[in-house]
């Protein structure tokens, strides 16, 4: 028995190695393929990365979704604004190139990251801010904890709403943890990046991903260890911290316009859409009958011309 127990704990450490080891080979390769191309700033502490876009006009703070990084908006929205807007695009606390701060899967510190950002390279002056699916809810927890610094909201499949049981994969559930967390994040990069190219279009559905779409929103990014528990940890706590927040929408009082596809297979948009509708006085829902959870992808045309309308309603309004 005590030969059989030591040769399991050699095999053990011997597999954790070679884990390690090939994560941190997958790691330099991507920060080569997927550099910092953006400002670093420090918030209370911890550097926050964007990516900045145009050099005048009104500013817009746009915030992506789980498993991705700032370059999610590089080839979207920003081309379609940057001659005109100053486009500030977020890597939010542990994704891409920020750093992360204790507690950062709260969607109070959160938004304290951004609120920090936007008052660094936009002292001020208040911002569009732009949220496509869980950066949704920090873009509404930043005008919840920030108001001065939001002029309106543009919303792309958030979610909002405490969705009850489930919704949180097996391997975010195992990534999340303290002690096996760490050790399992490792394994990300083996299996991760050939699993998210072959089921992309899942997230697309019910259109298809466009082919060079992991390549240029730098995806890869999200399998290096400490990105990928960051990942998992923010997915895990969503739930609860968003039972917290929701009750205090209707506080709320910039304009508001929510992007929500009908075919949306990530999160129900009658539960989060058809919920916030009602909480917010001054909204806008646009439903999209052919779009799923990428709206910006589907419609960056309309999406940009939300963000433009916000900009000119609030500057009316202060002249």
Not at 156 to 179: C, E, F, K, R
Request: charged fraction near 20%; charge should be negative; include cysteine.
């Amino acid at each position: 028995m005590k030969l059989v127990t030591l040769v399991f704990f050699i095999l053990l450490t011997a597999g954790v190695t070679s884990a390690c080891v090939h994560s941190a080979i997958y790691t330099e390769r991507a920060e080569d393929r997927w550099p910092a191309i953006g400002t670093k700033v420090d918030v209370n502490g911890k550097g926050v990365h964007v990516i900045r876009e145009g050099d005048q006009g009104p500013v817009v703070l746009m915030i992506h979704g789980a498993s991705a990084n700032a370059r999610e908006f590089t080839t979207t929205l920003s081309p379609r604004l940057d001659d005109n807007f100053r486009i500030l695009m977020a890597d939010r606390p542990g994704h891409g190139y920020s750093a992360r701060p204790d507690d950062g899967e709260a969607l109070g510190v959160q938004a304290a990251q951004m609120a920090g950002a936007l008052k660094a390279l936009a002292p001020g002056e208040q911002a569009v801010v732009v949220g496509h699916s869980f950066g949704g809810a920090v873009a509404l927890r930043l005008a919840l904890d920030h108001p001065e610094l939001v002029k309106g909201l543009v919303l792309l499949a958030p979610v909002t709403h405490d969705w009850g049981s489930g919704g949180v994969t097996w391997y975010n559930q195992a990534a999340g943890p303290p002690i096996v967390g760490p050790l399992f994040s490792q394994l990300a990069p083996i299996a991760g990046p050939a699993q998210v190219k072959a089921n992309i279009d899942d997230v697309f559905n019910p259109n298809d991903a466009p082919d060079d779409y992991y390549a240029e929103s730098g995806i890869g990014l999200l399998f290096r260890p400490p990105v990928f528990r960051a990942n998992a940890q923010d997915v895990n706590a969503l739930k609860d911290e968003l039972a917290a927040q929701q009750g205090r929408y209707p506080t709320i009082d910039v304009p508001v316009i929510l992007f929500s596809g009908a075919e949306d297979t990530v999160i129900n948009p009658t539960l989060h859409a058809g919920k916030i509708k009602h909480q917010i006085e001054n909204f806008t829902l646009v439903p999209l009958a052919d779009s799923g959870h990428m709206p910006h992808h589907d419609y960056g045309a309309e999406v940009a011309e939300a963000i433009r309308k916000l900009a000119r309603e609030t500057a009316d309004q202060s002249s």
